[in-house]
């Protein structure tokens, strides 16, 4: 009976123990954890909230006569065919820019992580470059290049490749193309960082087995390589959709959302409803209600998205 009871005392003591030890642990996750909740909170959180009450009201956010409309403000959206213009429009430059983003910057991350290369670098830093210039720089620079009298029109007549020079930024034809292409060569760099993370973790006994089978390069990239990086290819295509989701300063500075907005997205038009002058009064109500039903309709999509990924791969499991 005394080693039953001194076995249980030293059981508990070791219970007691680890609790100890699991709330002291907690603590201090919790401790490195409170900065980065604090500042999410503030500049995330709190703005969020804002926004859902902003929503409900007839707001310039120059005053203090707000007045409380209900739903009225996204009745008026759905009737509003800017917005849409808007809504659409940023669905399209996403469809058009991610999977050139994802494709080139794939290329880009499997040749540089050839070993053999000499000076990889070299060509990673000068392909990362882009990425950590400012937008605005790089549109005020393609504004000279691409424009009516700049060098790209130049080479293009002189060439004749084309007989008169062309507007790339004012034409709706162009516009958005010229758009994707700008935005690609400039965001690339950090998708084929991510990429060349997937791939540096191929073991390279994978490469010198296909090698000695006689397997050619191109057979090794999509037959071995790219099944087992795949998982990591979803995530890079998710931050890729995201971040050309919220696209803003590149078109801002180049377009503005013109010609005829053409190249019009959800950002540019919340700014312009709730900063700009040229619509008369801002409407920071109405802008707010903007963001959030376009917010809502990402969300629903990405959900949507999820259930049929999680149903293919239940089909694929049986």
């Known amino acids: 009976m005394e080693k039953n009871a001194g076995g249980r005392e030293v059981s508990a003591v070791r219970k007691r123990n680890k609790r100890k030890e699991a709330i002291i642990l907690n603590g201090w996750c919790w401790l490195f954890m409170s900065l980065s909740l604090i500042f999410y909170i503030l500049f995330q959180g709190y703005p969020i909230i804002c926004s859902i009450q902003y929503s409900?009201?007839?707001?310039?956010?120059?005053?203090?006569?707000?007045?409380?409309?209900?739903?009225?403000?996204?009745?008026?959206?759905?009737?509003?065919?800017?917005?849409?213009?808007?809504f659409f429009n940023s669905f399209k430059y996403t469809a058009m820019i991610v999977p050139l983003e994802l494709a080139v910057s794939l290329f880009l991350a499997y040749m540089l992580n050839n070993e053999?290369?000499?000076?990889?670098?070299?060509?990673?830093?000068?392909?990362?470059?882009?990425?950590?210039?400012?937008?605005?720089?790089?549109?005020?620079?393609?504004?000279f290049l691409l424009g009516v009298q700049g060098p790209v029109n130049h080479l293009l007549v002189a060439l004749h490749i084309s007989r008169t020079p062309v507007n790339f930024l004012g034409n709706a034809k162009f516009a958005m193309?010229?758009?994707?292409?700008?935005?690609?060569?400039?965001d690339c760099g950090t998708y084929m960082i991510y990429w060349l993370a997937g791939?540096?973790?191929?073991?390279?006994?994978?490469?010198e087995a296909a090698t000695v089978d006689g397997a050619g390069r191109g057979q090794v990239f999509f037959h071995i390589v790219l099944p087992m990086i795949a998982p990591v290819g979803g995530?890079?295509?998710?931050?890729?959709?995201?971040?050309?989701l919220k696209v803003f300063d590149m078109?801002?500075?180049?377009?503005?959302g013109g010609p005829f907005y053409a190249t019009d997205v959800i950002a540019t038009y919340v700014y312009r409803m709730a900063f700009s002058s040229e619509v008369g009064m801002p409407r920071l109500g109405y802008s707010s209600a903007a963001a959030l039903l376009f917010g809502g309709a990402v969300i629903a999509i990405?959900?949507?998205?999820?259930?049929?990924?999680?149903?293919?791969?239940?089909?694929r499991m049986q």
């Not at 005053?63 to 808007?86: C, R, S």
């Not at 193309?177 to 400039?186: D, F, G, Q």
């Not at 078109?251 to 503005?256: A, G, L, P, Q, Y």
């Open 116 to 143: 053999r290369l000499g000076g990889r670098t070299v060509y990673r830093t000068m392909y990362f470059i882009p990425v950590v210039t400012t937008a605005s720089v790089v549109g005020i620079i393609m504004i």
């Open 56 to 86: 409900f009201l007839d707001w310039s956010g120059l005053t203090h006569n707000a007045v409380f409309i209900g739903l009225q403000n996204y009745v008026e959206l759905i009737h509003d065919k800017l917005f849409w213009n808007a």
């Open 235 to 244: 995530v890079i295509a998710i931050l890729c959709a995201i971040n050309s």
């Open 251 to 256: 078109i801002k500075t180049m377009t503005e």
């Open 199 to 207: 791939l540096q973790g191929v073991p390279k006994d994978v490469y």
């Open 177 to 186: 193309p010229a758009l994707v292409v700008i935005s690609l060569w400039k």
């Open 302 to 315: 990405g959900t949507v998205s999820n259930v049929i990924k999680d149903r293919l791969n239940q089909r």
